[in-house]
């Protein structure tokens, strides 16, 4: 049984794994700032402040960096790797799922949560339209 | 800047320099390889071991490094700074052994590296394979990027995307870096490469292809600094530390504010505030290039030209031999060698050029080197201004 099922707490980043393991995105909002936090922190880093609450994002985003990792393709084959800058203003690692090439900087994107043996991991998917160039 | 600081500025001199072992080194540890070229930098300096009191060093995988060196090199130091930062580490070592010199707390530091990742049976592949478990970043880890390198790749899309640079552009720095490689017999690919060659290159990560990426080579280096007033009665023409800067504004690639402006942009300026010099007073400089694209960035954020000219400054043959500025005259990393952490050979590069010891790949006259150290994924950057006694 894990800390969160016992209602015991946890640090931040076993709280956020145990959240998209059972299907939910959340990311940090700070009482004190009112910015956005990511990735989960125990104090909020622009601002040293502890009020630190969880909040689901909208999941809508801007591709700000992409890569198409190389790979045989016995291997599994070519991936993307992007940063990602969600609408509430904070950036994060994941994949743009489907053709990696296809994938360009400025594209909206739309969150949604992979659960792959037991272990959730955001990952994103275009959706229509060019966004801002952010 | 504080005037303490700015009374640093030429306190401290480097008096002997070694490289051992560049390229393939069968049959070497890392701590031999350390070994031989701490040995011969304290021959270069006119000092025997006996006489080192203050010791730096790092290492990418053993994390009290400082220890076993200590005792492999048989030394009791007063002065002890294993600060480990990455590839920046051996520049960023100089502050910490200018005050201690200073302050008296030693008289002679031996700053040295070594690593056998190329032939190691434990080499870059299982240390990278350790540091998931070792150095976790678990925001990043789930999607599988090649780390470093798609860290670099996904900096230079974003910096492509700006201000419209090229793979073309890259390009440059790589062949720049193999020209000035052809002209260093310590070099590790020395043959000729042209721009073509890296537009063609297999891609690792989009947009950098193997040839935007530093090599993977054995090696070690090493350098010994004193105080001034005693450099002066030592061998070797001295070379004087007139500025050193630090900064680290993150870890992770995903992290960094904005993509394409490196905490070199603080390093840089802290270092040159000491000197009392910018960029254009510069003769020769060694730019940490893991990647094509560290070199665009570093030049941006230490000055050598605007935000997004990089590009337009490096077209060319722009920072070639015969081009408007001499940069990573060694081959760089991406040419001449890159035992796992490169930053050191950024300092005994510039050392061998304000003494004029480079033979065919000399830079008249060069009197003001600068030495730029990078470490993680652009995450830490130390920058060192390094001159001759006639700019004192």
């Given amino acids: ?134 | 800047m504080s005037a303490g600081l700015r009374a640093l500025r030429g306190s401290a001199a480097i008096a002997g320099v070694a490289t051992f072992g560049l390229g393939e080194a069968h049959g070497f540890t890392d701590m031999e390889l350390l070994a031989r070229s701490a040995r011969a930098a304290v021959a270069d300096a006119g000092l025997k071991m006996s006489d080192i009191d203050g010791i730096c060093t790092a290492s990418a995988s053993a994390t009290m490094w400082a220890m076993p060196v200590i005792e492999y090199l048989g030394i009791r130091p007063s002065f002890i700074d294993s600060t480990m930062l990455g590839g920046s580490s051996f520049v960023a070592h100089l502050m910490p052994a200018m005050l201690a010199l200073q302050s008296g707390q030693c008289n002679a530091v031996l700053v040295c590296y070594g690593s056998a990742q190329r032939t190691a049976t434990f080499g870059r592949k299982e240390v990278v394979a350790s540091r998931r478990f070792l150095d976790p970043q678990p925001y990043e880890m789930p999607y599988e990027p090649m780390l470093p390198l798609s860290a670099y790749a996904l900096v230079a899309s974003r910096y492509m995307h700006e201000f419209g640079a090229t793979r073309r552009h890259l390009a440059e720095v790589a062949v720049a870096a193999r020209a000035w490689a052809a002209m260093n017999p310590e070099a590790f690919m020395r043959e000729p490469l042209s721009i073509e060659d890296v537009l063609g290159a297999r891609m690792v990560s989009d947009p950098l292809s193997v040839r935007d990426c530093c090599l993977v080579t054995d090696g070690g280096g090493a350098y010994v600094l004193v105080r001034a007033d005693r450099a002066k009665d030592l061998p070797k023409k001295p070379v004087y530390v007139l500025g050193n800067g630090t900064a680290v504004w993150n870890r992770q690639v995903s992290s960094m504010h904005d993509l394409t402006v490196t905490a070199a942009s603080q390093s840089g300026k802290a270092a040159f505030d000491m000197a009392g010099l910018s960029a254009k007073d510069v003769d020769v400089a060694q730019l940490y290039d893991a990647f094509t694209i560290n070199t665009l960035l570093f030049l941006e954020d230490l000055g050598f030209c605007k935000k997004g000219e990089a590009a337009a400054f490096v077209e060319n043959g722009g920072i070639a031999p015969g081009g408007r500025l001499a940069v990573n005259t060694n081959g760089g990393g991406l040419s001449c060698a890159h035992p796992g952490m490169y930053g050191i050979f950024t300092i005994i590069e510039a050392v061998r050029q304000l003494r004029g010891e480079c033979g065919d790949r000399q830079v008249k006259g060069a009197k003001i080197a600068l030495a730029h150290g990078n470490g993680g994924t652009l995450s830490s950057q130390s920058t060192a201004i390094l001159g001759t006694a006639e700019t004192l």
């Avoid at chain 1, 794994?17 to 009112?34: K, N, P, V, Y």
């Avoid at chain 1, 502890?50 to 992409?66: I, N, R, Y």
């Avoid at chain 1, 992007?82 to 360009?104: F, K, N, Q, T, Y």
């Fill in chain 1, 1 to 134: 049984m894990s800390a969160q099922e016992t209602n015991q707490p946890t640090g931040v980043e076993a709280a956020y794994q145990t959240a998209l393991d059972a299907g939910r995105f959340q990311i940090q909002h700070c009482g004190s700032c009112g910015r956005h936090v990511f990735y989960p922190r125990e104090s909020c880093p622009h601002c040293g402040n502890a009020s630190l609450a969880w909040v689901d994002p909208k999941g809508e985003g801007t591709v700000h960096a992409v890569t198409t990792v190389r790979r045989k393709p016995d291997a599994g084959g070519d991936y993307n790797v992007s940063l990602i800058d969600l609408d509430e203003g904070v950036r994060m690692m994941s994949r743009v799922l489907g053709a990696p090439e296809a994938v360009r900087i400025g594209q909206r994107v739309r969150a949604r949560i992979v659960v792959k043996e037991g272990r959730g991991v955001v990952v994103f998917d275009a959706t229509a339209g060019q966004g801002e160039q952010a």
